[in-house]
């Protein structure tokens, strides 16, 4: 599982066309996990070629969805009984708490592999409508061969959140998951050989940006759905807007938990830490890291945050107590420590943390931190810092004031609304232009559409929204009546 020295291409193992390599260390301890092959320009033509065909040519297309179904089902229960093992490596790899990857059993991944067998099965595929020129089919087409591009931050299950819909609809993939954790995606090509999935169908070559870049270009592509920063979605949207191709963009954020004047701050702080700063090590697309609050209870909130992060059991993640690990990599602690020199530098007050945690000398870690006082126009209230930082901003004047606040950003993807009157925290929430927001809570639901308004990304994953990206519509006339 963690010596990997070939792609999964075709469904054939093969070397890597220049012998690169990737080799991980922990970011808890710097200690070797592993090596991946490091793909290069030649494999990814192999690997669209073996896409191309397996989509042109091949049967999984052509299949009844219910025969895809069973096919994702099998891959299904082969992940749920790799279950463990997976979540160790990927704390090993990416230093996630392992509590965390193990909540709820630790195999989101196979639901979500069963959520879009049994949607496959009941997706209207082909449906006769009444046109105004007479009787038509409407087919819903797969969009054909998808690149899957994505980040560290939770490699697996973002990689499912594409493979299994893709799948389901009948497409083909060719993924490219982040060099930083590519060994994970290699146990969904374990999975996808001995559930039979057919040859080409699901292809995958880890590596770096330039070889992602060449993957978006190359013409064999017809949808590149990525997740990633916002500026490496630019990138890509601007390349697939020239080429017209189709083109999902799961990107950054900087969501708001809303604190409205009436609001119990308990259920607050308990909301916005775990699912803030703390949110997978601060590394959260979604993360609640910007808190918003009436000046008159500011104080009264900045001491409840900076009780409970104090009290947050920072350290090795695969201790089942650590609530927060290191970050993914020294570069990483580099940004997210100017990011923290700039909010004291900017005349944003540093509540608690700001330093390294005491003892923890190996790997990239930080000390949770929250800083208070802020303003909305600050550069840490601005950019998605992407590690244990909260930012708290006061505010003046009613609901309207807040809700301006929280949408004075350029990006939209996550926020909460807190409130002791959930009418009146669903009424401001319905005014948050983000593309996932809870009221008095904050989740983030498989069943139910997720992605950004604005500068968070285009279109979305997650429920049948998810299986919908991969589909081109048809409308067939010529029916006699
Ligand atoms: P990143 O943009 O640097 O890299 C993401 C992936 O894209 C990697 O596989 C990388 O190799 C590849 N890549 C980078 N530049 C590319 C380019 N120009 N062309 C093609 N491929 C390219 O992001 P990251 O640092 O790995 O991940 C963190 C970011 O991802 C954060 O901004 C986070 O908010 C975002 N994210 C968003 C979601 C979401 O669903 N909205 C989920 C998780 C992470």
């Given at each position: 599982m963690r010596e990997r020295r070939e792609h999964f291409i075709g469904g054939k193992w093969l070397p890597p066309a220049t012998g690169g390599e990737i080799r991980v260390h922990s970011p808890?301890?710097?200690k070797y996990v592993g090596q991946a092959p490091d793909g290069s320009p030649a494999d990814m033509d192999l690997a669209v070629a073996a896409a191309r065909e397996a989509f042109d040519r091949g049967p999984w297309p052509r299949m009844a969805s219910a025969e895809r179904a069973v096919v994702l089902r099998r891959m299904a229960a082969i992940l749920r009984a790799q279950a463990d093992e997976v979540a160790e490596l990927l704390c090993d790899e990416m230093g996630a708490p392992i509590t965390f990857l193990k909540r709820g059993g630790g195999d989101g991944v196979s639901r979500l592999f069963e959520y879009y067998a049994d949607l496959a099965e009941t997706w209207p595929f082909e449906a006769a409508r009444q046109g105004a020129l007479g009787p038509a089919v409407i087919r819903q087409e797969p969009v054909g061969v998808v690149a899957a591009i994505t980040p560290w931050n939770g490699p697996m299950y973002i990689l499912a959140l594409k493979v299994a819909p893709a799948l389901a609809a009948g497409c083909v993939v060719v993924a490219k998951p982040a060099q930083e954790t590519p060994l994970d995606a290699f146990c969904l090509a374990d999975a996808a050989e001995q559930a039979g999935l057919p040859p080409g169908v699901l292809n995958i070559i880890p590596g770096g940006r330039e070889v992602g870049d060449y993957l978006v270009r190359?013409?064999?592509?017809?949808?590149v759905s990525f997740t990633g920063s916002t500026a490496a979605g630019r990138k890509i949207g601007a390349i697939c807007g020239e080429q017209l191709k189709r083109c999902g963009l799961e990107l950054g954020g900087k969501s708001a938990a809303v604190m409205l004047d009436d609001a119990d701050i308990t259920s607050l702080v308990q909301c916005a830490v775990p699912l803030g700063l703390a949110f997978n090590n601060g590394q959260?697309?979604?993360?609640?890291?910007r808190v918003i609050v009436p000046r008159a209870r500011h104080n009264e909130v900045v001491d409840a945050f900076v009780d409970v992060v104090q009290r947050l059991t920072v350290g090795d993640p695969r201790d089942p107590a650590t609530e927060l690990g290191p970050l993914i990599a020294e570069r990483q602690r580099d940004r997210v420590e100017r990011y923290i020199a700039l909010g004291r530098a900017e005349g944003a007050t540093l509540a608690v943390g700001g330093g390294r945690p005491a003892g923890?000398?190996?790997?990239?870690y930080v000390e949770p931190t929250v800083f208070s006082d802020a303003a909305n126009d600050m550069t840490i209230a601005r950019d998605e810092i992407f590690g244990p930082v909260g930012v708290i901003i006061p505010y003046d004047g009613g609901d309207e004031a807040a809700i301006e606040l929280a949408n004075a950003s350029t990006y939209g993807l996550g926020g909460a609304v807190f409130s002791a009157d959930s009418e009146r925290a669903y009424r401001a929430a319905s005014q948050i232009r983000t593309g996932t927001i809870g009221v008095n809570m904050f989740g983030v639901d498989p069943l139910c559409p997720f992605g950004g308004f604005k500068g968070s990304g285009i279109g979305r994953e997650m429920g049948p929204e998810g299986l919908a990206g991969f589909i081109e519509y048809k409308s067939v006339f010529g029916f006699s009546n």
């Open positions: 808890a301890d710097l190359h013409p064999g592509i017809d949808k959260a697309c979604a993360a609640l890291t923890l000398d190996k790997g990239w």
